[in-house]
């Protein structure tokens, strides 16, 4: 047994804050109660368990804090000390205390295991008593969800498949997925992606909000509200699964109080500040689910954060996690943008150099280090990270189903939000890591046996079957990539 300096500390961090006195204490107070608390490890890097509930990297070439997971090797984590007193902590990595409160749910994409049947018909019964809703009450107007819908789609249908999209960590489907089949008579074209995996966008707060205000500023309150009160419902039968649940109680939070005062969101239906308002309704320890809406800096960070923790069983490998997710993001940066080696760090000589240039500011220094060169230098030893003749190395084959979930979905959650900061188009055929990690699970999703597969469907899914190109017993191994 050998002491670990980040489990202790971090426990050390969660019971202090986790006393009910922390909030009463003054600013200064708490900065030096953390940092009391940071460490140094054995290279001289320093780190401090901090707000979210997440540990920080002090970065020695910019003097910035970085959201950055720990190391994982145990010599470093045995080798971590108490930091000498005299670091300065900036007031935001000061915990507020709500903070600490905040369910992240699962990082798992919806390959693998499926959502859950009670939940898919739990939607399959808010789909049955909205679709028929008239469409001159409900309609979907100037939204983005009209280039997703056929023109005599009520926007209640939309409502529940925008509540969806939003709530999900990474809409990275199964292309079985029965949630998705039930949308497949209301779709006005095929969904991105292949038999195998539904690489779906990034879901929009703007476009609920935007069904929602429209019928407020129309006049007709009632159809406002019902769309609200559907979002809501939606939310609610979604955070059962906890790949949805973080962002689902935040929906929850932002519409269900219009539901007892209708009145809230008045004073800024005029002028265009609904999804402000919304915002604002959001509680301190559920703020994070939103940290997407209004600061893609930082959910990048965080999105970067959860795939080094899904890397974490590559440690027991003799590799380093955080070396490993740099490389896998310069691997989708390369396959996205393209590398013009060896030239592609030249000042705008690429886009993949844009890129990267405006992705170094969120990333601590060790990490910028190891992204450069996995990009730089085909021959580093990085780069044997990289998937190969679309599937991953053998040495960073997860060893279970689970395991690949959650890297499957960090990975597309980061890629989702790396193209979000830097004004990159998400390609629609997945990026090369997660196309890589699919392999590892095509023959482990909870799909139908065949004899349940052939049972009649009922409803919502008997006009859904145009959606694939293929039924279950015509599908053929994955071929390579």
């Known amino acids: 047994m050998y002491w670990d300096g980040f489990t202790a ?3 050390d961090v969660r019971a202090v804050v986790g006393d009910p006195r922390w909030t009463l204490l003054p600013p200064l107070t708490r900065a030096h109660t953390l940092a009391q608390r940071a460490l140094v490890t054995p290279d001289g890097a320093q780190w401090l368990f901090g707000a979210h509930a997440r540990w920080y990297r002090l970065d020695r070439v910019d003097g910035r804090w970085h959201l950055s997971a720990p190391p994982l090797h145990a010599a470093i984590r045995s080798g971590a000390r108490p930091q000498p007193p ?21 990082s798992q994409a919806f390959v693998g295991p499926d959502v859950p049947h009670e939940i898919t018909e739990r939607l399959r019964a808010l789909l049955l008593a909205h679709r028929g809703l008239r469409r001159e009450d409900f309609p979907l107007g100037g939204s983005v969800y009209r280039e997703i819908f056929a023109r005599d789609v009520a926007s209640t249908v939309a409502a529940v498949w925008g509540t969806v999209m939003w709530c999900a960590y990474a809409p990275a489907f199964d292309g ?4 998705l089949s039930m949308f497949g008579e209301f779709l006005a074209r095929p969904l991105p992606g292949d038999d195998w995996v539904r690489w779906l966008p990034m879901g929009s707060l703007d476009a609920l909000v935007t069904l929602y205000a429209e019928r407020m500023r129309s006049g007709a309150q009632e159809a406002g509200l019902r769309l609200a009160g559907l979002m809501a419902e939606t939310a609610t039968v979604l955070r059962a699964d906890p790949r949805f649940r973080p962002r689902a109680d935040a929906l929850i939070a932002m519409t269900e ?31 994070p689910a939103t940290l997407v ?13 959860d795939l080094v923790e899904a890397l974490a ?42 890129v990267v240039t405006e992705l170094y500011p969120w990333m601590d220094d060790e990490l910028r280090q190891a992204l450069y060169l996995a990009l730089a230098d085909p021959a580093h030893p990085l780069r044997g990270c990289w ?3 679309g599937a991953l190395p053998p040495g960073l084959v997860p060893p279970d189903r689970g395991t690949a979930a959650a890297l499957l979905g960090s990975a597309y959650a980061t890629g989702l939000a790396w193209c979000a900061l830097t004004g990159t188009p998400a390609p629609a055929e997945g990026f090369p890591v997660c196309s890589a990690v699919v392999t590892c699970l095509i023959h482990q999703r909870d799909d139908p046996r065949p004899q349940q597969a052939a049972q009649p469907r009922r409803d919502l899914e008997e006009s859904g079957g145009w959606l694939f190109e293929t039924s279950n017993s015509d599908i053929s191994p994955l071929p390579p990539l």
Not at 271 to 287: E, F, I, N, T, Y
Not at 325 to 339: E, N, R, S, T
């Open 257 to 287: 109080p219009l539901l007892g005062s209708p009145w809230l969101d008045q004073h800024a239906i005029p002028g265009g500040g609904v999804r402000q308002a919304w915002l604002a309704r959001c509680p301190p320890h559920l703020a």
């Open 176 to 179: 079985n997925e029965v949630m």
């Open 86 to 106: 005299g670091v300065a902590i900036p007031p935001a990595l000061i915990p507020s205390g709500p903070d600490f409160a905040y369910d992240r749910g699962s």
């Open 293 to 305: 809406e209004w600061a893609p800096g930082e959910h990048f960070r965080h999105t970067l954060y």
């Open 313 to 354: 069983y590559t440690a027991s490998r003799g590799m380093d996690p955080r070396a490993v997710a740099a490389a896998l993001l310069a691997a989708d940066v390369a396959g996205v943008c393209g590398v013009t080696e060896p030239a592609w760090a030249a000042p705008g000589s690429s886009h993949t150099a844009q």
């Open 9 to 11: 500390m971090e426990r």
């Open 387 to 389: 998937p190969a003749g």
